[in-house]
């Protein structure tokens, strides 16, 4: 990810509280959907669909 891309992430990020900071940073590490609302206790859609905010906030931020 170059740089433009990683501040356009953080500054997504920032509109987010940790627990989409936490499911990102698992993902990042190589965790499956399956695992991360395993570990964190969020259902599968939930995480689903909070990554899909999070994806219209990055996108306006590029």
Known sequence: MNSIHSIAL???LE???FEV???VFLMYRG???KEISE???IPRYT???RLSKLEKV???KK
């Open 21 to 23: 900071q936490l499911i």
């Open 15 to 17: 509109e987010f509280g």
């Open 39 to 41: 570990i964190t206790g």
């Open 58 to 60: 990055y996108k306006s």
């Open 10 to 12: 953080a500054k997504a």
């Open 31 to 33: 965790y499956t959907g």
């Open 47 to 49: 995480i689903s669909r």
